[in-house]
């Protein structure tokens, strides 16, 4: 198992950065396929952006792509999200998740497909 731990989120303006990480317990971080998701309040747990075990892959959202990217460190046990040219759509607790993929290349973009959650944190984005 893996224990999520997601940091980094707070309040900004609108075209704003913010930086968020997520660190893993354990020592088998890389044999996870990692991925952010994030929810608004009245709406369901939508994709952000996925990387493959190796970090060689990534798939991102139409709403988030050019201006978000997902990198992770497996020597550090975290994948991180730097979020650029923030919008006030953007605002929503944001989630990590992981899963145990067999295939280095593999990204997973559906919330079902992912065993270990984090427990979130909030980005707000202000006009």
């Known amino acids: 198992q893996v224990q999520l731990v997601e940091s980094g989120g707070g309040l900004v303006q609108a075209g704003g950065s913010l930086r968020l990480s997520c660190a893993a317990s354990?020592?088998?971080?890389?044999?996870?396929?990692m991925g952010w998701f994030r929810q608004a309040p009245g709406k369901e747990r939508e994709f952000v952006v996925a990387?493959?075990?190796?970090?060689?892959?990534?798939y991102y959202a139409d709403s988030v792509k050019g201006r978000f990217t997902i990198s992770r460190d497996n020597a550090k046990n975290t994948v991180y999200l730097q979020m650029n040219s923030l919008k006030p759509e953007d605002t929503a607790v944001y989630y990590c998740?992981?899963?145990?993929?067999?295939?280095?290349?593999?990204?997973?973009?559906?919330?079902?497909?992912?065993?270990?959650w984090g427990q979130g944190t909030q980005v707000t984005v202000s006009s």
């Open positions: 990387i493959s075990r190796s970090g060689g892959s990534t």
């Open positions: 998740a992981a899963d145990i993929t067999q295939s280095l290349a593999v990204v997973i973009t559906t919330p079902g497909g992912y065993d270990y």
């Open positions: 354990g020592r088998t971080f890389s044999r996870y396929a």
